[in-house]
């Protein structure tokens, strides 16, 4: 008992005695989409992310890496039939909070790859919903086209005004993503596989969306 008391405490010591604090910053290029029956049909939307973060080191391979990011996501839908395109673009805009567990592995000299998984936890500053159709519509305005179908041009996401989409703020998923290493920069690829649904839809027969993004970026550490 006292020889396992003494093995823990000494675990500890060392693990104390190895942290290491480090900061970082990145920027990168979202591929996004939402999941789901409505969505099924929509295309990637091209965005981007830029942050802060940070990372824990509790021994040379282990470390805690959380960071602070603002990231646009979204989609796009596009129908075309006889000449005419509809057109619909959502592109919400988040302040996300990744917290990624992370085990670095050396392949030459401070050179590393980095594999990293955890949840995230975001939520909804702005973003907007916009329509368009384009083609002949034979003399009749894109207004009222709209009007008539009760489509409207442009929404809020998450706003309280007359044209919104009610739009849920709170985003929480998982991540996972690698990253290589040369001295103080670094490139990553990074998915991340949203759990909270982000529209509620009457229809049991309707899966409701959910983010789902691709990204890749550099960055530097400090």
């Not at 368009?132 to 086209?145: A, C, M, P, T």
């Amino acid at each position: 008992m006292k020889k396992g008391l003494i093995f823990v405490l000494f675990a500890l010591v060392s693990i104390v005695s190895y942290s290491q604090l480090s900061w970082n910053a990145k920027v990168g290029m979202n591929m996004s989409n939402f999941t789901g029956d409505a969505f099924k049909d929509s295309k990637m939307r091209i965005g981007f992310n830029v942050g802060v973060g940070a990372e824990y080191q509790f021994t040379e391979m282990w470390s805690i890496q959380p960071s602070l990011m603002f990231t646009q996501k979204g989609t796009k839908m596009e129908e075309s039939e006889d000449g005419i395109t509809a057109t619909a673009k959502l592109n919400p805009m988040y302040l996300e909070i990744p917290v990624l567990a992370a085990a670095r592995f050396a392949v030459a000299d401070n050179q590393n790859i980095v594999i990293k998984a955890g949840p995230y936890f975001a939520f909804g500053l702005a973003g907007k919903f916009k329509t368009d159709i384009s083609g002949d519509l034979g003399g009749i305005s894109v207004d009222d086209v709209l009007d008539y179908l009760e489509i409207p041009k442009e929404a809020d996401l998450f706003g309280s005004g007359e044209n919104k989409m009610d739009m849920k703020r709170f985003d929480f998923g998982l991540g996972v993503g690698v990253a290589y290493e040369i001295g103080k920069f670094f490139v990553s690829l990074d998915g991340e596989f949203g759990l909270t649904k982000l529209l509620d839809y009457k229809d049991d027969d309707i899966s409701n969306p959910k983010n789902m993004n691709f990204s890749i970026g550099v960055g530097y550490k400090f």
